[in-house]
């Protein structure tokens, strides 16, 4: 009879010896729970990291930009007030001449960005479109940087010559305003690497 009643009757495995200690059952995850959440965590610190290079990328470029306005600015105000009369005046030369507009060019175009990409950062708006905006710093940086140094090459062989024969006020002038286009050459120049960077990277979905 007993016998009888132990075959119809389900024996049950226990619970391990630990769970009845801590007085119920261990149950176990199941698979995939932890590599879900693992993987969700790397997304987001993923997305964080690229937040905060852009940002850095963004800062960087207004930085240079910034920059770059403020020494074409020295640039085309020291040329424009090299007028020492006679010989001594930058407008008897093509050279200087072409200094003092991709100087001016220079300043307009550097100004310009600065002012939308405090804008940008203010209210979060870019008046460019996005699929254009890319381009649009990579070309303008890079031709106003390429114009910048031509200028250069173009007065510098003159201002040596100049200065061989009689070193003064306006060769000195011009030295100076030469060394300052020089300086916005270097930081839009860096800024068009960062332009460029930006712009392999850049989504048009």
Not at 4 to 9: E, L, R, T
Not at 109 to 114: G, N, P, R
Request: with cysteine.
């Amino acid at each position: 009879m007993a016998a009888a009643v132990a075959d119809g009757i389900e024996l049950k495995p226990s619970a391990p010896a630990e769970d009845i200690e801590n007085g119920a059952p261990r149950s176990v995850p199941s698979n995939g729970a932890g590599t879900v959440g693992e993987d969700g965590g790397a997304v987001v610190t993923s997305v964080v990291r690229r937040w905060k290079r852009e940002d850095l990328l963004e800062k960087s470029t207004l930085l240079l930009r910034a920059l770059g306005c403020l020494f074409s600015l020295v640039s085309l105000l020291v040329m424009a007030s090299n007028k020492h009369g006679d010989w001594k005046d930058f407008d008897r030369y093509e050279e200087y001449r072409y200094v003092l507009a991709i100087a001016i060019l220079a300043f307009l175009y550097s100004m310009a960005q600065v002012v939308r990409q405090v804008q940008r950062f203010n209210t979060g708006r870019d008046p460019v479109p996005k699929r254009f905006s890319g381009i649009l710093d990579f070309a303008g940086d890079q031709g106003i940087a390429y114009l910048l140094i031509s200028s250069l090459s173009a007065a510098i062989p003159l201002t040596n010559r100049m200065r061989d024969g009689a070193d003064n006020m306006f060769t000195d002038a011009s030295s100076a305003s030469i060394s300052m286009s020089f300086f916005a050459f270097i930081a839009l120049a860096l800024s068009a690497l960062i332009s460029g960077y930006k712009l392999s990277k850049q989504t048009y979905i």
